[in-house]
Every structure is written in C-alpha cells, then in structure tokens.
C-alpha cells in the first residue's frame, strides 16, 4: 500500500474525537492514540455483528502513523528469509515464474532473486521500519501473480485501508467500450451518470494500470481479470461532466488493539511480529515479559472466540444486481451456505449460482452438494433447456467438491487431469520417507497415524491413493519421482487422485464422490449435454474454480464465456486466477518434517536401516528446513502452489501459464449492472452457438478450443494488452499453430464493429 502519500491530504481531525488528549502531560504515542480510539468507536458501534470489528473506520492517518513507527530489527528480519527461502522452495510454479513461456500474459519473477535482493537491503541498512520491508516482500508475493504464493508477515495484515465508494466498468450496450463509473452511481439507480475521466489528477487509464501494477492483490495471470478485480483506492475523482469529488480513506482493523495491550509501536512488534523467544528483541523489551504477554493475549483471543457473537455471512450473492427470490438456495445461505439456483422459466434456463467451492462454516460439503442436486432436479422438472454455472468470484475452495460437482453433471465421464510437483531433493526425502512408512506400516507409535491421516492421498507427498495417467497405481515412489526435466528444472510425473479413496469420505468430504461409492441418490447420467451447458467466469476463477472449469472443459467439452475486462476488443481468458490445483500452508511441511523426525527418533538405532530401505540418508533427513515455529518472525498463514494442473496430453504445460481464451467475452452493461438475469440470458445465447452479443474479436480466439493446450505466444504480451487499453482495435491473435492467423479475427472484428455503430445510432 502506499497510502502515506494520499494521507498527507487529510485533514488532521481525529483528535477532536480523542478523549482526554488534551489534559495529558506527556504526549501519547501514535499506537497509543489510535488503540484509544478504535476502543471507543468499538463502544459505540451498533454492528448486528460485534465480533466483527474489521469494519469500523479508523481515522487512516493516524493508522498509517502507527504502522509506520513499529521498529525494525535487522537480525530478525534477515534470520526470516532464509525460512521463506526454504519453504517457497515446494512452490512448484518457481522456475515457469522465472521464465514463463510466451504464452504467459504477465511479467515473470525470480521469487528467490527477489528475497535475495531484500536481504541486500537489510544488510545495507535500508529499511527503517519494520512496514517498508514488509512492503518489500508482500510486493513479491503480489507481483508473483500467483495466486496460492503468500508470504504471510503480520503488520500489514494489521490494518485494511477502503474508500467509500469504488468504480465499475460498463458498456452503454455490450459494444461500446466500457467507461469508468462511480460504483455509487450505478447502485442507486441514477439515470444518466457521468463515468469517470481522471484520478489523482491522471487519466484515468493510466492512473488505473499504475495502480493495478503496483498494488493489486488479484494475483490473476492477465490484466484483464486484475481490472475486474480491483477495488479501487484513489483520492481525487473527476467525471466527464466536470464535477470533482473526493473519496475519503479510512482504515479498519480486526484486531483490537486495546484489548490486546498493542499500544505502542514496539508492544505491536514483540506481541504480534515477533515469535516470542526466537526473536532477538527490541531493546526496551528484552525483559522476559515478552513471553508471558504473547501467552496472555493468545488465551484472550480464544476466550474471545468461544463468547463470539455471530460472525458475518459470507457474501452468498455476489453482487447486489443478484435476483432476491432464488429458486433454490443451499441451507443457511447467507450465514455460511453457497449455492443458490435460478430458473428463467420463460427462457428455459437453469442458472447455478457457485461463488465459491468452499463449503461455508456453517455447513457442509453434503448441504452444498444437496443443494446443487435440488437444482438439477429442479431444472429437468422445470424442463430447462439451457444451463448457466455461473462461476463469478469463484476463487475456489475444497477440491473434492470440484470433482462432485463435475460429476453430477457428467456422471459417465472419469476425470482426467493431472498434478506435478517440482522434483527437489526435500519432496524425494519426504516422499520416499512417507510412501515407505505408509507401505509397510513398520512405526510402532501415533506418528504413523498422524503422517496417515494428514497426508495421504496427497499428490507429490507419497505415492499413496495416487494413480498414474492410466489410472494405474505406481510401481513405487521413484516411478512417481522421475525426474523429468523441463523448463531448466526437474519435475515429477504427472498423477490423479484414486477418487474411490476412502480418505476421501472419512477426511475430506463426508462422502464418496458420487460415481465412486455405493450410493445411488446422485444423478446416474448427464441430464444435459455439453453444447446445452455454458460456464461464465469473470477472470477471477482459481485453483478448485479452475480444475472444474478444466474438466468441464476438457473432458466434457462444454464452452465458457468472459465477462469484463480492460475496456478493449479481443478475448479475455475467464479462468486467470491461479490455475495450481493445490494450496499448501508452511505449516504442513513444516509440521510434516517435524512428524517424520519425530517418528525416525522413535525408531531409534533402527532408524538408519528403515532410511536405507527406503533409499535416504540421515544427511537427507537434516537437510530439510528447520520448523518455522523457529523462525524469528511470525510466518504463519504463508503458502505455496503445492500442484501444477497438467494435462495427459501436454505433460510439460503448467495449465497456469498456457494461454486460453474463453469462447466468447461479454462487456457489463447497465443493464447487466441492474440485473444479472441479463447476462446469464445472453450467455445461454452462447451455449447455443448465437455468438452475436460476443466483443469483436473475442471468439475463436487462440486456446478456446477443446483439447488446444498453448504455450506459444497468442499474438499479444502484457505490454501489448494494456497497450491497448481504451482502444477500439481487434488484436491480431496468432493460430494454435503460432502463426500468424488474424484475417478470420479481424472479420468478426469488423462485424462487431458494424453492430457498434448500429448499437450507438440506435442508443
Ligand atoms: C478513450 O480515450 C479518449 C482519449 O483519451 C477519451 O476521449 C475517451 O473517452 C476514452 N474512451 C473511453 C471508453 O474511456
Ligand atoms: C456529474 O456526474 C456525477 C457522477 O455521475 C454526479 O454525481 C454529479 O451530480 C454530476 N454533476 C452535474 C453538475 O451534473
Ligand atoms: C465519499 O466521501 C466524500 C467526501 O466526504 C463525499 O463527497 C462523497 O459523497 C462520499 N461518497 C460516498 C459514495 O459516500
Ligand atoms: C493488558 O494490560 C493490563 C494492565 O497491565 C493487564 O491487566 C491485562 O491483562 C493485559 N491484557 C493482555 C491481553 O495482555
Ligand atoms: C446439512 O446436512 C446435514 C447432513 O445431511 C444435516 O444434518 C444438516 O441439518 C444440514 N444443515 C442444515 C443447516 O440444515
Ligand atoms: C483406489 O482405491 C480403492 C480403495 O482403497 C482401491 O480399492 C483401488 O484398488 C484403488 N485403485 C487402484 C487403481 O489402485
Ligand atoms: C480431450 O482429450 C481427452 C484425452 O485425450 C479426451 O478424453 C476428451 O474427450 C477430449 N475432449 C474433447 C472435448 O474432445
Ligand atoms: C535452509 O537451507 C539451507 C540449505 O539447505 C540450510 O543450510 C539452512 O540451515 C536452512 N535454513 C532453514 C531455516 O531451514
Ligand atoms: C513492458 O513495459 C515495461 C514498462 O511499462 C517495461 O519495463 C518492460 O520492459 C516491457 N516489457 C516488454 C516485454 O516489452
Ligand atoms: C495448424 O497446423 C495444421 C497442420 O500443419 C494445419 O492443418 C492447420 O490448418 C493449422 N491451423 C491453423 C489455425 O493455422
């Protein structure tokens, strides 16, 4: 964030609200200061949901000044990289992030350059506070554009910083560009707003890119989903009709810092930075204190927890332009149930609302699964013609529910996508190390257990509950291992999950996924063919979003449609948040590695010989990373792409960096703005092959077509792309076959076009 440079704008009004400021003698501090007065807007709040403090607005100057004065401690910082550098090792997207292919619409980065070079600057004393390295590393992370890669440090999760109000981006009719617009205007309905020409004094389009490129979080793979993702952050607004207003920031935290005693900037750091006992300190603190105050304030937390008031729903309808009156709705929707079922009766068409593959707190992977099934069963009675899976702002979720949902729609297909891993030293020691417990089962203690339940059936961790391409199990771990050389790195073979598993009813979902167990509630064929079934994405689509849309489109060969993107002609790939099918936290290695030396110090002198057996050495076993609970900085929460999606066709394509457009991009009208029943309508159109409505250029497009898995270069880079941004040209897309094939484009181009100017006469 670089807020401090909007802030000094801002007038310096809290301290009116203070109390008691001015009868203090000493001054107080500016951790002091604002703790005093979050607690005394937490007094007043009147939220349905006091739990939940994130939300109320903090004066965002005087948190930015409390941010800013945490100290920083070099030893620490610099004793930290080197576990980040150990654990981001199991990314398996390192080496294709250092040098993606020309398919890849975003810059790379050399994720363990970048680390190198801030510890370069801590040696030479270039941070001084403990935010600007911060900074420093979340900027790797975010510009890593990889979307399961986080570096979890603690002080910038401390605050959050929002405008009141944000901006949309709307077509006046599908074919004109879209122009920017105040969120507030389109949400109340105004007739006849006026979009949005300059930010900060910039135009728009260039305010906007700078923005996206140095702070967006979207960690999508093109800038066209970065655009829809943006929650825009910036002070001065003019519109075209000349008016200027400016969007105030405020900031908000979900920790309250009274309570917690973080009233000063070095209590935030020993108290929530810092790892207490492994940290070298700050000097005022090296008391002993630091310890029992980080226990105290953890046994708080959790009586916290247990007294907590209802917790905010997750947000179920995406966005306010969602019908009210759903016709199916999963349990406790709105409280922690997904799913939600639309029929458009007089268009025949079924719309399945899934923002998320998550199951929701309150529920569970069967109360999602049922509710999907009542809309199956729903749309056939309704005898719905086309199906709509509307997939917006689905970041993804169980992975499991993915497959489910895939095979309720297509029960007769077997999934057919693979994971890989990077074939490192560490992922051989563990593998072997795991693979060879779970097989002969030899460790007399809970260990074994522990290493079972956590972490069997886990694609590049063992070979256990994991089949090759053919669906056949593997000969042993090295047959898994490889390892097979690609891009300058070494690789696993490619595996699938054996999803009859029973890991999967007794861990993961509390049932078998339907087609693998013995039920027979689930619907036994597809009810709808693939060309009746069309999936809409908005770019945000990641991880479990994206291994259904892969199935759906791959193995099912059903179509997708866009919607958004950077106001300009061409395509748009809907699926472009990470597409890595897995997700795996420090911790679980971490802990992993702990289990397994744990249970290697059960077996005592036997150790070594199990070692041998299983073909690694004691040197193997201590050369993996240390437990990051020994990490002088809190890194908690920070992960890794622990699988690449792959294809049994293209075994050296990470999906995640393959160029694949959607088979037709929609722009956002006002009309889409107000009610969303209009886009899913257009885009049942599609699903029926009426690709009138399409963008120009946005059809056919390189990577729309089954079973094309493209590493090759589109025919547009990144630079190209916002190059263009506002521009009524067709991008020359290149073939599947890299060459140059723009002639077919450019007619559709130039259809769409004539449809504008129609459009825009008629308007
Ligand atoms: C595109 O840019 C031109 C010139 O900067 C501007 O006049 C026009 O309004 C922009 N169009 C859109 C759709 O923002
Ligand atoms: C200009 O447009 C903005 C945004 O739609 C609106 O709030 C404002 O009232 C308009 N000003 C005039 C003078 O029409
Ligand atoms: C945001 O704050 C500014 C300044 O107070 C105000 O003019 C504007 O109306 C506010 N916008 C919204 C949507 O509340
Ligand atoms: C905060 O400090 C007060 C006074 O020293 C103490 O009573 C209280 O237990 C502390 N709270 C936490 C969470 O450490
Ligand atoms: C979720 O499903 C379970 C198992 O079918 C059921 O017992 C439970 O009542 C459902 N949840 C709610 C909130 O209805
Ligand atoms: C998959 O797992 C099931 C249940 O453990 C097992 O019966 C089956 O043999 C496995 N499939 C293969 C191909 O090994
Ligand atoms: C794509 O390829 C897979 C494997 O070769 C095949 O099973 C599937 O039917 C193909 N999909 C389509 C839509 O042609
Ligand atoms: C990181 O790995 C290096 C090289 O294997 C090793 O020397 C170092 O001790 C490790 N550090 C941690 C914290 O794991
Ligand atoms: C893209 O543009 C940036 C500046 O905006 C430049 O630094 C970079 O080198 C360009 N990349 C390519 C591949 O041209
Ligand atoms: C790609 O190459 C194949 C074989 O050379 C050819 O038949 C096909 O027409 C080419 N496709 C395009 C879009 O250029």
Request: glycine fraction near 10%.
């Amino acid at each position: 964030m670089r807020c401090g440079q909007f802030l000094s704008g801002l007038a310096a009004i809290a301290n009116a609200f203070l109390p008691g400021v001015a009868a203090q003698s000493t001054p107080k501090g500016p951790c002091q200061l604002l703790a005093e007065y979050q607690s005394s807007v937490i007094t007043q709040s009147q939220s349905p949901y006091p739990g939940d403090i994130e939300f109320i607005k903090l004066d965002a100057e005087m948190a930015y000044n409390c941010r800013t004065s945490v100290p920083f401690v070099p030893e620490d910082a610099l004793g930290t990289i080197d576990y980040l550098k150990n654990y981001s090792n199991f990314d398996t997207t390192l080496s294709f992030l250092k040098k993606p292919p020309p398919s890849y619409q975003k810059p790379g980065v050399d994720i363990m350059g970048r680390l190198d070079r801030v510890a370069d600057n801590i040696r030479n004393g270039k941070y001084s506070s403990h935010a600007e390295f911060e900074i420093d590393i979340m900027a790797i992370t975010s510009g890593s554009s990889e979307g399961h890669f986080s570096i979890n440090l603690q002080l910038l999760n401390l605050f959050s910083w929002f405008l009141n109000d944000t901006i949309v981006s709307l077509s006046r009719d599908g074919k004109e560009l879209p122009q920017i617009y105040a969120r507030s205007d389109i949400e109340s309905l105004m007739s006849n707003p006026s979009p949005i020409i300059e930010l900060g004094g910039e135009p728009v389009f260039e305010y906007l890119r700078s923005y996206i490129e140095r702070h967006t979080k979207s960690s999508s793979i093109e800038p066209h989903a970065d655009w829809n993702a943006m929650v825009y952050n910036g002070p001065y607004v003019r519109f075209a009709n000349g008016s200027d207003v400016e969007w105030v920031y405020s900031a908000g935290s979900g920790v309250n810092l009274l309570a917690n005693n973080y009233t000063s900037p070095e209590d935030i750091y020993t108290g929530m930075i810092a790892n207490p006992g492994i940290s070298s300190g700050i000097n005022t603190r090296s008391d002993g204190l630091i310890n029992r105050d980080r226990l105290e304030s953890v046994a708080l937390d959790e009586r916290q927890q247990q007294n907590s008031p209802p917790v905010k729903p997750l947000p179920s309808v995406p966005l306010f332009n969602y019908p009210r009156n759903p016709d199916v709705l999963e349990v406790s929707f709105g409280v922690g149930g997904i799913v939600s079922g639309y029929i458009l009766q007089d268009d025949s068409i079924g719309v399945l609302s899934l923002p998320s593959y998550e199951s929701g707190k309150r529920t569970t992977a069967l109360n999602y699964t049922n509710a999907v099934v009542e809309f199956i069963t729903k749309a056939k009675e309704s005898r719905v013609k086309k199906i709509v899976i509307d997939l917006s702002g689905n970041g993804g979720g169980k992975v499991y529910l993915g497959y489910t949902i895939f095979k309720l729609f297509f029960p007769s297909i077997e999934p057919s996508v693979l994971g890989r891993v990077r074939a490192t030293p560490h992922i051989n020691t563990i593998g072997s190390i795991l693979t060879g417990v779970l097989q002969d089962g030899t460790l007399p203690n809970n260990d074994l257990q522990v290493i079972y339940k956590g972490y069997g059936g886990t694609i590049g961790l063992s070979t256990n509950d994991i089949l090759d391409s053919n669906g056949v199990k593997f000969e042993s771990w090295s047959a898994f291992f490889g390892p097979r050389e690609n891009n300058d790195d070494s690789f696993t073979n490619g595996a699938k999950y054996n999803l009859s598993s029973p890991l999967i009813e007794t861990k993961y979902l509390g049932f078998p996924i339907p087609g693998y167990g013995a039920e027979t509630v689930w619907p036994q064929s597809e009810l709808w063919a693939a060309e009746d079934i069309i999936l809409l994405h908005d770019g945000i689509c990641a991880s479990t979003c994206a291994i259904f849309s892969e199935l759906m489109k791959t193995d099912a060969g059903v179509k997708s449609v866009a919607v958004g993107g950077i106001p300009q002609y061409g395509p748009m790939q809907g699926v472009s948040g990470t597409r890595g099918s897995s997700i795996q936290q420090f911790e679980v290695y971490s802990g992993l590695i702990t289990a397994i030396k744990n249970a290697l110090n059960s077996l005592g002198n036997q150790a070594s010989a199990s070692l041998s057996r299983w073909g690694v050495s004691v040197d193997d076993v201590q050369a993996l990373p240390l437990p990051i609970s020994n990490s002088p900085l809190r890194i908690e929460g920070s992960g890794v792409n622990a699988l690449d999606m792959i294809r049994v066709s293209s075994p050296d394509a990470p999906l995640q960096f393959t160029y694949q457009a959607s088979d037709c991009r929609l722009f956002h009208t006002f009309d889409t703005a107000h009610d969303i029943r209009v886009l899913w309508r257009t885009a049942a159109k599609v699903a029926g092959g009426d690709m009138s409505a399409c963008v120009p250029g946005s059809t056919n497009a390189p990577g729309s077509i089954s079973n094309v898995t493209l590493l090759s270069d589109p025919g547009y880079s990144y630079n190209s792309t916002w190059e263009r941004a506002n521009s009524t040209d067709v991008p020359k897309n290149k073939g599947v076959n890299g060459s140059g094939s723009g002639a077919p484009q450019l007619s559709v181009g130039l259809a769409g076009l004539l449809a504008v100017a129609l459009a825009f006469v008629a308007f």
